[in-house]
């Protein structure tokens, strides 16, 4: 296999420009994470066989929804690959929800020797990724899927706490619930950073917290909300938020946090 300027002619004399010479034991792998349900993927390019014949091609690939790794592999034979692109259907995949990555392997059942990877990166329904001229992306740069997610109500007497899910990083952009006085977040175990809101609150009243990068702490009197801010972290899967309510009471009851969160897949 070949990545150059131009690759030797095919017999008939057709001159092939930038691509990928492949030989009967090359195939693309297609991996794929993904968070949505009913997305399929498509990957489509041209392929120019060594008697000069151009070939187009579709393969069609549906990814797992749990946040895994789910691959595809797809023999081409010999020739030269010009061009591809892949882009979801079937869903709506917001960027931070459908992450793909296509590389050139040698071999199609283990052990699989990858050669090259040429396209990575978020797909959506109306995004396309593309080789030649996607820049190969990391998962975790660029935005993120923003969600607004309904936390669990938590009984009497016990806090609220949230974990991020495994295959997943979340950016924590607000967090909204009634009664609490602090914000707690750890890596599952360790607590390494707290926001206070430096509230005092009676028992007989109920009040909301809102805890965001952006908020301006303060709250007038009588009023009813508290802003409190936090540091702009990034979580990784397993780490967990909730709160930490000095003197807390047998009664005292929280209400279930809403919460909204810029999610990236953790792609390895």
Request: glycine share 10%.
């Amino acid at each position: 296999m070949s990545n150059g300027a131009a690759a030797a002619a095919p017999k008939h004399g057709l001159l092939v420009g930038p691509g990928f010479f492949f030989d009967n034991d090359d195939s693309l792998q297609l991996t794929a994470w993904n968070s949505l349900a009913s997305v399929a993927l498509a990957i489509s390019g041209r392929f120019v066989r060594p008697d000069g014949t151009i070939e187009p091609f579709v393969e069609r690939h549906v990814p797992n929804t749990n946040r895994t790794a789910s691959t595809a592999i797809f023999p081409r034979g010999c020739g030269w690959l010009t061009d591809l692109s892949i882009i979801a259907s079937g869903a709506t995949p917001q960027r931070g929800q459908t992450f793909v990555r296509v590389d050139v392997v040698r071999g199609q059942s283990s052990p699989i020797i990858v050669l090259s990877t040429i396209a990575q990166g978020y797909v959506t329904a109306t995004k396309r990724l593309a080789y030649p001229g996607s820049a190969i992306e990391d998962s975790l740069s660029g935005a993120g899927a923003l969600r607004s997610i309904a936390g669990t109500d938590p009984a009497a007497n016990v806090e609220i706490s949230e974990t991020v899910p495994t295959g997943t990083r979340w950016r924590l952009r607000s967090v909204r619930a009634t009664l609490v006085s602090a914000l707690q977040i750890d890596d599952g175990t360790t607590v390494y950073f707290e926001a206070a809101s430096g509230a005092n609150q009676a028992a007989s009243l109920t009040r909301q917290y809102t805890f965001a990068p952006t908020a301006v702490r303060g709250a007038a009197a009588t009023g009813t909300g508290i802003l409190v801010a936090i540091a702009d972290l990034l979580l990784a899967a397993g780490h967990r938020f909730g709160t930490a309510t000095t003197n807390r009471q047998a009664t005292d009851n929280w209400g279930a946090p809403q919460y909204l969160v810029e999610e990236f897949l953790e792609a390895l």
